[in-house]
């Protein structure tokens, strides 16, 4: 979502890091760049003068104009500021409060509510392990009660049951008392949305929330609907009184404008945002780590707790196994594709690296895109059994057969199969190292475990999958403080060093990648 900002910003703050002075001249022509990035990327007015105001109060102060690296000092007071307006601190949805805590969600028609409504009652279900009931208020939409019955059944979650003729107030009211009488945690309620605010729609919130009395109200709002979704946020919160917001379809290609502003404007804080389709694709609203996207910073606490999320643990350590002994088939490879594509493909794991976000264009040039992982997944769903197992069994007439069930030709199996081999040599070569070498460590790691260890070596890479968040965010920051993970800086935590080059997908070099990287040894394990 944050594509445009985030090249506008990386390259007006990179012509400012360039620089060895900079003066009240320099920092102003620059933060005219800024509030036009901002404006174009939707952000409301008063936010963006706000913004530079502040930033330009800090960044012409005395201390900036002559500390050693003045363009650094603007780019944290920038990157400080950003997440300042983003709200700070992350919000997560409250359940401070007796049970059954009651979770009401408005909004308009068309804006994921439902949806939403699933996703977060999957969420509480998986992760806190709360006993969640749903209950469907919208009366008006066609089949919309049947919709969350059967979305609850997709996440085996419990819906309230549904009774004909009875009125939202009432729905609520049975629900409430449905889930005091069976041992409920928390309580959903989904009530109707319209096209558009209207005095009926508004007073039939109202009266819900008297009956139920709800502890969190969460506005669910599109964030492609820019500047709309900040004014439906302060009518809803006028007559309703919201608790917080959440951001369906951040995915999306739209410029992030309301994102950035809807905290500003409203004071209330984003507490989750949905960045998929799929029952699991909804997170937690971090500002911290939305600003070091937006910035071009990487987002390594997300990329681990993704990481975390997608692994199967017994698989990974199956996998070290096999791989110890130095046996790697294309039923593995398969399975490190499948990882990968889990873990939102190339595009979306390197977009979370702190100084990779810009490699995407040169990602695809280069061919490693997720249409790559689709073909070659393909072209291995069209081999018999034995032949997964043993590639050597791949002569010219069955390559002949593969091409015309996969819909590839010979040259595209022939590079998998030479992919593979080098994987395989590699493996052999670290397999051999004993229980304290690059096997254990590349196994042992996040690399080995999403599917990354086996594209290029990236070997020496510490465990960073049972290791605490926080301590993830400290060791960011600390990074951050060295200049490292900045616009156009180094690439912090990610073990032994890239090699120039990724070897063997689909035969091609992915440019930029030399030299290595600074590792994190050391990094201590969550108790």
Do not use: C, W, Y
Not at 232 to 242: C, H, M, N, Q
Not at 360 to 374: E, N, P, T
Not at 496 to 508: E, F, R
């Amino acid at each position: 979502m944050f594509e445009n900002l985030q090249d506008r910003l990386g390259s007006i703050l990179n012509g400012l890091t360039g620089r060895g002075a900079l003066s009240e001249s320099d920092v102003s022509a620059a933060l005219r760049e800024v509030r036009r990035a901002l404006l174009e990327a939707d952000v409301s007015l008063e936010v963006v003068r706000s913004f530079t105001d502040r930033v330009r109060e800090k960044a012409v102060g005395a201390e900036i104009l002559k500390s050693i690296k003045p363009g650094q000092m603007v780019v944290k007071i920038v990157h400080d500021e950003l997440i300042e307006m983003l709200g700070g601190e992350g919000v997560g949805v409250d359940l401070h409060a007796a049970a059954p805590v009651v979770i009401m969600m408005v909004g308009l028609q068309g804006s994921g509510k439902t949806t939403t409504t699933a996703k977060i009652a999957n969420r509480l279900t998986t992760r806190e392990k709360k006993k969640v009931l749903m209950a469907s208020l919208d009366t008006r939409r066609p089949a919309a009660q049947e919709q969350l019955r059967q979305l609850g059944a997709q996440a085996n979650v419990d819906t309230l049951p549904i009774i004909a003729g009875q009125s939202p107030t009432d729905i609520a009211a049975r629900a409430v008392q449905a889930a005091k009488l069976g041992g409920h945690d928390v309580v959903i309620l989904d009530t109707a949305g319209r096209t558009h605010i209207d005095e009926p729609l508004m007073v039939e919130m109202a009266d819900i929330k008297k009956k139920s009395n709800p502890h969190e109200i969460l506005l669910v709002a599109d964030s492609l609907t820019g500047q709309d979704a900040v004014n439906l946020a302060r009518s809803f919160d006028e007559r309703v009184g919201i608790t917080g917001l959440v951001l369906t379809r951040m995915d999306g290609d739209g410029r992030g404008g309301a994102a950035l502003s809807m905290r500003a404007v409203t004071g209330k804080p984003i507490k989750l945002i949905g960045v998929g389709e799929r029952m699991g694709e909804l997170e937690e609203f971090h500002p911290r780590r939305i600003a070091d996207r937006i910035l071009g910073m990487g987002d390594i606490v997300s990329l681990v707790e993704k990481a975390a999320e997608n692994i199967d643990a017994e698989k990974a350590a199956a996998m070290a196994a096999k791989m110890a002994k130095g046996k790697f088939d294309l039923n593995d490879l398969a399975d490190q594709l499948k990882q990968m594509q889990k873990m939102g493909g190339m595009g979306g794991i390197m977009g979370l690296m702190p100084g990779m976000a810009g490699m995407k264009d040169k990602m695809a040039a280069a061919g490693l895109d997720d249409r790559l992982f689709k073909r070659q997944l393909a072209i291995i769903s069209s081999m018999t059994k034995a032949e997964r197992s043993n590639p050597d069994l791949l002569k010219h007439s069955r390559k002949k057969r593969i091409a015309a069930g996969s819909g590839t030709d010979a040259a595209d199996i022939n590079k998998l199969l030479k992919m593979h081999r080098q994987m395989a040599d590699m493996m052999k070569m670290m397999g051999g190292k004993g229980k304290g070498g690059m096997m254990k460590q590349m196994m042992g790691g996040l690399a080995g475990k999403m599917g990354l260890g086996g594209l290029g070596g990236m070997g020496g890479m510490p465990d960073l999958s049972n290791i605490d968040p926080k301590q993830l965010e400290a060791l960011q920051k600390q990074a951050e403080a060295a200049g490292l993970g900045k616009p156009g800086g180094g690439m912090p935590g990610l073990g032994g060093g890239l090699p120039g080059g990724l070897p063997g997908l689909g035969g091609a070099k992915l440019p930029g990648l030399g030299g290595g990287f600074p590792g994190l040894p050391g990094l201590p394990k969550k108790k």
